[in-house]
């Protein structure tokens, strides 16, 4: 996970408190959703960012993923994200995010 | 014109070294974990450079093998080493370290570049190797290094340890270094230095073989366009640029200028986009685009490929050059007028990125996805992609967009992987941001479009713009390459070559077609009619038919900026279209079919203005008839005036253009009284080929002979309104009614052709000619003033003498009806008793018998009348 976003995802949970925090990816496939999920949950498992060692704990979740499809607007949804999804492996990508969060 | 991709060249070069020393992973590792594992582990999984040259991608990129040949070795291509693998390529080389580190010495403007002497004395046997090399003998005076005889080993060491020099190393070995060329600009330091001087040398290498490959003298190119990320610039101007300049200096490229273009990835497609717009709008005939690579980028994912045990993939500079020319009639067109991008309002969203990108400029060209055959996207090789968890990314673009084929309902789901085996490729370029982006394949495309493997190519760059903290905006460009139009080429060549060729020229011809009263599905018929008749007929609205282009607009507003646009790139010869603001001056002349013997009349004119003033207008309505008649291949057309209000005057006037020399033949009257004045009969009859009359007259005779046997609301007979004629204007657009049906649409249409084959601008500026070398304008001010004596005459005439009443009954007839009463009151001032009336033919003045002679003389010199033979 880019550096500067782990920064940015660590001053939220700062600032917020990490129970107000749910973090939405888009990452395209499922090991590198796991991998950001991974980062903001666990700590960096690259060792090179600011969430090195640091487990935030945050809720996790992938575009994709019903629990936040349900939560949006079926137009603007059909509008931003219908045609990525037709090409994703949701499956993949929702069985990386459960392994995640199964961890928490 | 569209320009044209006159050639390309792609080079790598292999630097093992470099990627330990500067690339960016590294640097960072040394700084944040100086002792770690990575950095031992690092060296022993570099590849040679026999390694890298027998790497399958990269004699893709150099152009011995083709992408084809990659789908073909399987999944992964690192583990397939090609036997007898080539360093040189049709499209350039792979350049081995030592070789790049004395090109950068050659490169060096500022005398920063140091190498040691016995590193220098192996590096120029390449150089003697490479002279026998028929490709990559591409250096001259310019590149010479035989003079370099390199320095001590110590001074080098000095200048790395306690002069803040970068290092270069070569089989792990110091043997040279780039010197800082500033005590505290950090843009000047020599980790700067270096990053730039190796896209500055990639780039020459790059330029230097596309001179080889296009065949191009040096001294011919106008421009150099350098599309790569680097930052060139001291701390006043941090990023100031012209490494092109810099890099066509090196290159010697002595009449070129050159400008860099700076927007991330996307860069090398936005530099081809304003390449090809300066080619085509003239303002340079050969213009470079070219990059050289990205140290910083070397062994970027080094990290991951050593955790998955694949050799450190990320060891090859990229550097790319690509000419674009005039249209040669051959080499493929880029078209610059339908290109995509990425506006600051589209939306980040993959769905509107790759809608603006690929399908915004498919609509406006009016083709489909499929039509495009083979997409170039970011062709980043997954062999390196894949194991650091970026995915395949020319697969998941092409999935992209397929999916946006079923959600527009171009294509089934199920077609999406077959359709990403046809219209993609597996990626080949090394990750050096630039370069992977929609380029590598120009070159290719070039071969397969001018092979006739396939017909277009779109070519796509995206970049992300956040990384510099600017813009959270993502980027993207596309262009289109499609296989050259020979037509367009003929047309250059002109109509005496197209004679020579006996080749036949086909008219284009846009029709907007959304206003009508009788729907989009009757334009679109009519469209089809007259492409049935041998035309090329573009269309722009939303309905589609065979044999007809259609150019995506959603509404008039739409299609009109289609139709403006086509017209001035001269992809359409004409217009026609339901309505247009001509200024005044220019007015249309209508065809029509007349009823009696169904012979074609010219109505001038139908709609816009000639003048202001009414006599005057008719007189030039007469002159715009002939040059339409002419053009549609009338010889010499006889004019008829209609007989309305100034009809006389206007005769009076054209008669006195004919006077002095204007050859004009004025029409026969079948009627008792003969002339040239025309009556509803004569019109029915046809009995002249031009018909004179004001636009409002002349809208109705339109609407009238264009709709009688219907009832009047579908106007199916004639062709229309016609062509807007006007001295200077230089547009054809013809001119429709919002009821005319399908068959009036066709024939307006074909009459659109057969001005453009009659070459109707040609004709109207022969005719202004003629009418130049004569006083028109005396005449008809002449015209005007007789209307202000008019005036005059009417504010003065309550005061006027009535002369001594007596019996009038001589008749003088040829008088405007609006001009009865001054005629009288003209006559009781020279003391003549005269009356008003009408005659069987029209309006008379009615005078003593005696005085006949006499009144007919003073009318006809105020020019009441024609002068009467004695």
């Known amino acids: 996970m880019d550096l500067e976003n782990q920064k940015r995802v660590k001053e939220f949970a700062e600032k917020f408190g990490a129970e107000n925090v749910i973090v939405v990816f888009g990452a395209a496939e499922g090991e590198a959703a796991g991998l950001a999920a991974e980062t903001v949950t666990l700590g960096d498992p690259t060792y090179a960012g600011p969430l090195t060692g640091v487990s935030l704990g945050l809720e996790v979740y992938h575009i994709c993923e019903d629990a936040i499809k349900d939560e949006v607007d079926a137009g603007v949804y059909d509008d931003q994200i219908s045609m990525m999804e037709m090409v994703l492996d949701v499956e993949d990508i929702v069985k990386e995010m459960d392994a995640i969060r199964s961890q928490l | ?870």
């Open chain 2, 1 to 870: 014109m569209n320009s044209v991709l006159k050639g390309t060249s792609y080079v790598l070069v292999h630097a093992p070294d470099m990627l330990v020393h500067a690339g960016t992973t590294q640097t960072t590792e040394r700084i944040v974990n100086p002792s770690s594992e990575y950095l031992k582990e690092l060296p022993k999984h570099l590849r040679s450079f026999e390694d890298a040259v027998a790497y399958l991608p990269n004699q893709v990129y150099i152009g011995n093998k083709i992408p084809a040949d990659m789908s073909d070795a399987g999944e992964t291509w690192y583990d397939k080493p090609i036997a007898k693998a080539q360093r040189s390529g049709k499209f350039g080389e792979i350049m081995s370290q030592a070789e790049f580190y004395m090109l950068m010495y050659a490169c060096d403007a500022f005398d920063l570049v140091m190498l040691e002497a016995k590193f220098v004395s192996e590096a120029k046997l390449h150089f003697k190797e490479r002279a026998q090399n028929e490709v990559m003998s591409i250096f001259d005076e310019n590149l010479c290094v035989r003079d370099y005889e390199g320095v001590a080993l110590s001074e080098i060491e000095n200048a790395v340890k306690n002069e803040q020099a970068e290092g270069l190393y070569h089989n792990g070995k110091l043997i040279g270094c780039v010197k800082k060329a500033h005590d505290i600009d950090t843009n000047l330091s020599a980790g700067i230095i270096l990053e730039n001087l190796v896209s500055k040398t990639s780039c020459t290498l790059a330029l230097l073989h596309l001179v080889k490959t296009a065949g191009i003298d040096k001294s011919s190119i106008d421009l150099v366009l350098d599309c790569s990320e680097e930052a060139v610039g001291d701390m006043n101007q941090r990023g100031g640029g012209n490494l092109a300049k810099a890099a066509a200096e090196s290159a010697g490229f002595i009449n070129a200028s050159g400008a860099d273009i700076r927007a991330f990835c996307a860069a090398p497609v936005h530099a081809m986009i304003h390449a090809a717009a300066l080619v085509a709008s003239g303002t340079h005939e050969n213009v470079v685009v070219a990059a050289g690579g990205s140290i910083a980028k070397l062994g970027m994912n080094a990290k991951d490929h050593i955790k998955k045990g694949v050799p450190v993939l990320e060891d090859v500079i990229g550097g790319f050059a690509a000419l674009i020319s005039a249209n040669d009639g051959i080499s493929p067109e880029i078209l610059s007028a339908y290109t995509g991008k990425h506006n600051v309002g589209t939306g980040s969203s993959p769905q509107a990125v790759i809608t603006s990108l690929i399908t915004d400029p498919l609509d406006k060209l009016g083709i489909k996805i499929a039509d495009i055959d083979k997409y170039s996207v970011e062709m980043q090789n997954p062999d390196i992609t894949k194991p650091a968890g970026a995915g395949d990314v020319p697969l998941a673009n092409y999935k992209m967009i397929a999916a946006l084929g079923v959600k527009r309902g171009e294509m089934e789901r199920t077609d999406i992987d077959g359709f990403t085996q046809k219209h993609g490729m597996p990626g080949w370029a090394p990750t050096q941001g630039h370069i992977p982006s929609g380029v590598p394949y120009m070159g290719f495309a070039r071969d397969d479009i001018m092979s006739g493997r396939i017909k277009r190519s779109m070519i796509v760059g995206k970049g992300s713009l956040f990384l510099g903290r600017m813009t959270n905006l993502f980027d993207g460009a596309s262009f289109i390459m499609q296989k050259n139009d020979e037509l367009n080429a003929k047309k250059k060549m002109g109509k005496q070559a197209l004679k020579e060729t006996g080749a036949a020229e086909k008219v284009s011809i846009i029709l907007t077609g959304i206003g009508s009263e009788h729907g989009e599905e009757n334009m679109i018929q009519g469209a089809a009619m007259a492409a049935a008749r041998g035309i090329n007929v573009l269309y722009a609205g939303t309905k589609t038919t065979d044999d007809v282009t259609t150019l995506r607009a959603k509404d008039d507003k739409k299609a009109h900026e289609v139709m403006e646009r086509l017209l001035k790139n001269g992809e359409a010869d004409a217009a026609v279209t339901m309505h247009y603001n001509f200024p005044i001056g220019v007015s249309t002349v209508g065809r029509v079919v007349t009823p009696a013997l169904g012979k074609a009349m010219y109505i001038a004119t139908t709609t816009g203005t000639s003048s202001t003033n009414r006599v005057e207008g008719m007189v030039i309505n007469a002159i715009y008839g002939i040059i339409t008649a002419k053009a549609c291949g009338v010889k010499a057309p006889t004019v008829g005036i209609l007989n309305v209000d100034g009809a006389r005057q206007a005769e009076m006037t054209l008669r006195t253009l004919q006077e002095s020399g204007y050859d004009i033949k004025l029409a026969s009257s079948k009627r008792a009284d003969g002339g040239c004045i025309f009556r509803g009969n004569d019109m029915l009859a046809g009995e002249c080929d031009v018909l004179v009359t004001d636009p409002l007259t002349g809208n109705i005779l339109m609407k009238t002979l264009s709709s009688f046997t219907t009832g009047g609301s579908y106007e199916a007979l004639g062709w229309g309104y016609g062509p807007g004629v006007g001295k200077g204007w230089d547009k054809l657009i013809l001119i429709l009614s919002r009821a005319s049906g399908a068959p009036v649409v066709a024939n307006a249409i074909e009459f659109a052709a057969q001005l453009v084959r009659g070459d109707f601008k040609k004709v109207a500026a022969a005719e202004f000619s003629a009418l130049g070398q004569i006083k028109v304008q005396d005449i008809l001010s002449a015209a005007r003033s007789k209307e202000t004596e008019k005036d005059t005459a009417k504010e003065t005439g309550g005061a006027l003498k009535v002369p001594q009443k007596e019996p009038v009954t001589a008749e003088i007839s040829g008088i405007e009806i609006t001009d009865l009463d001054d005629a009288v009151a003209v006559l009781w001032r020279e003391d003549i008793y005269a009356q008003s009336g009408m005659g069987c033919t029209g309006p008379v003045v009615l005078v003593n018998e005696g005085k006949l002679k006499q009144a007919e003389g003073i009318l006809a010199k105020k020019k009441f009348i024609l002068q009467v033979d004695d």
